[in-house]
């Protein structure tokens, strides 16, 4: 079998390249051949994902966080929603919500047995404007929070960085009025935010849509109304949970197409990544995504 490890060193503040060194000698040990290749930059992943895709690799095998990740999605799924190469991981950044959603070992080694031995199941992927996400796109306040930590190194624990990053937005940006179209069905709505989801969670365990699996062919949305900032602040310890989903202000919605518009300028986010403003046209490839792994975690 064919394996190629694409190695964000960068990742989680280096665990991308301490993970990979621990992997590297384990596979040494064992004899067991493979191809590596280590990411220089944004975008990098996604190229070298492509390249393996058409090489014939049999697994590509991302080595880092979910912003890996999902570069690596980007470059496996091709544009007709294709993906004859089968993704694996080993987790090495900050937050690591899709192992977690996979129930991978989060420890390198405990990986890596998956990654060779694991059975390959089917799972769907998320499109934000065409392009794939893994665990939770959104628009609003999540989206400028994503923005802000884009631009400052993570040296705090995935969700202690997105406390911060929620803190420091929090003084500066308020809700903003929204169209959504779900399936057809439209209405209007002034929104601290809209998560689209794939899976359940993103950041370091923030429950955004806690029922979200990845198996299931539809997109949960977590959309959250005009609430103030004191709320704003109670409700963020309930999204580790997912009892935020309880308050009268946060609504659950599911749906195969979604379109988000808006009157203001608003940050469109993938898997914590910002790449383009409103309007976002998010849909659901059913299966698009093969996966060596365990099982979903949750019900």
């Not at 064919?2 to 040990?29: C, H, M, Y």
Request: glycine share 14%.
């Amino acid at each position: 079998m064919k394996r190629l490890f694409i190695v964000n060193p960068v990742a989680g503040g280096g665990r991308g390249l301490q993970s990979w060194k621990t992997v590297e000698s384990a596979l040494d040990r064992a004899g067991v051949p493979c191809d590596h290749r280590l990411t220089r930059g944004r975008g990098d992943a996604t190229e070298i994902a492509a390249e393996g895709r058409r090489a014939g690799y049999d697994v590509v095998v991302g080595v880092g966080g979910d912003g890996t990740i999902q570069e690596i999605v980007n470059g496996l799924v091709d544009s007709q929603g294709d993906c004859p190469s089968a993704l694996a991981v080993i987790p090495g950044g900050t937050g690591n919500d899709f192992c977690k959603m996979l129930s991978y070992p989060l420890n390198p080694l405990g990986a890596l047995e998956v990654v060779l031995n694991g059975t390959v199941r089917k799972f769907d992927v998320g499109r934000a404007n065409g392009r794939c996400f893994i665990n939770i796109a959104g628009v609003g306040f999540d989206a400028e929070v994503a923005g802000f930590l884009n631009q400052r190194p993570k040296r705090l624990p995935g969700a202690l960085m997105y406390v911060y990053g929620v803190l420091v937005v929090l003084f500066r940006y308020r809700p903003a009025p929204m169209t959504l179209v779900i399936d057809g069905e439209a209405f209007d709505q002034k929104c601290l935010l809209v998560s689209v989801a794939n899976g359940p969670s993103h950041a370091g365990g923030m429950k955004m849509c806690p029922d979200a699996r990845p198996d299931d062919g539809t997109l949960d949305l977590c959309v959250v109304g005009d609430v103030s900032r004191l709320q704003t602040v109670a409700l963020l310890p309930k999204v580790f949970s997912g009892r935020h989903t309880a308050h009268p202000s946060v609504r659950i919605y599911s749906g195969k197409r979604v379109r988000i518009t808006s009157p203001s300028r608003l940050f469109l986010q993938a898997d914590g990544e910002v790449f383009g403003h409103v309007p976002g046209d998010f849909d659901i490839l059913p299966g698009a995504l093969r996966v060596v792994g365990a099982a979903i975690e949750g019900p």
